[in-house]
């Protein structure tokens, strides 16, 4: 994100003045627009120095155009502290597919039990308490520590969903009504987790290419392979995979 003299000058002018200008993380701010806010006595403030500035700065709620609110408006959000947002920006639609996917894994687990799936049961557990430290690391910009998930390590997912021949006897398949509702379930979370995986990517893409925060993107890559195989785990014995073309 690049902030230019006719961003700042805009806003300026939208707020008939302005004391304080929001920088948010990841952005850049050309030296046209610091001179034109400098000129004018506008500090500006940013997000990589929120521990120092932001609680020097007076109490009250910005936006990521650097205006200030002394209540938060109904159709803007939290993002990190007293940094509001619209409740389209990307990091916020992340936290809302992160929080259906939770609701998945749980209507997952209820249908577990019902089949008496004890073992499955305990993975969901262990992957939504997984799926909920990824909901704590972005909000809170922590690095995500965990290399593993129900009980798998990264690489050992890995492995496992590139050869599934190898480890369950069966090649790569197509998801077929034939294999129970357990497994569509667990097709669901699957494909569900992709869908969090690209909202992810876009929360957290660059203008070089590069990703901020590798560690969520790669975590949620490693849990959509995961249900992947879990769905292996769970197709009924009696299972024949249809002839090709049918």
Known sequence: MLITEADVRRNYDENNGLKEYFVPRHALITPAAREFLLDRKVKV????????????????????????????PEHLTH??????????????????????????????????EKHEKEKLLG??????????SLVRAEVMDEKIKDQQIADMSFDDIHNRSHDPMKYYGFPHLMIEREMG???????????????????????FSLNNGDVSRPDIITSLNRLNSCFYIMIFENIPADYKPRPSGI
């Open 45 to 72: 403030i940013h997000e990589n120095n929120e521990s120092t500035d932001m609680k020097k700065s007076s109490k009250g709620f910005y936006d990521l155009k650097g205006r200030k609110y002394s209540q938060k």
């Open 79 to 112: 993002l990190k502290g007293n940094i509001l947002v619209p409740k389209d920006h990307p990091r916020i639609v992340l936290r809302g597919r992160l929080d259906s996917l939770q609701s998945k894994i749980i209507e997952t687990q209820i249908l577990a």
């Open 123 to 132: 993975e969901l557990q262990k992957i939504l308490l997984f799926v909920r």
């Open 181 to 203: 509702e357990i497994a569509v379930a667990l097709n669901t979370l699957r494909s569900e987790t992709r869908e969090v995986e690209i909202a992810a990517f876009k929360a």
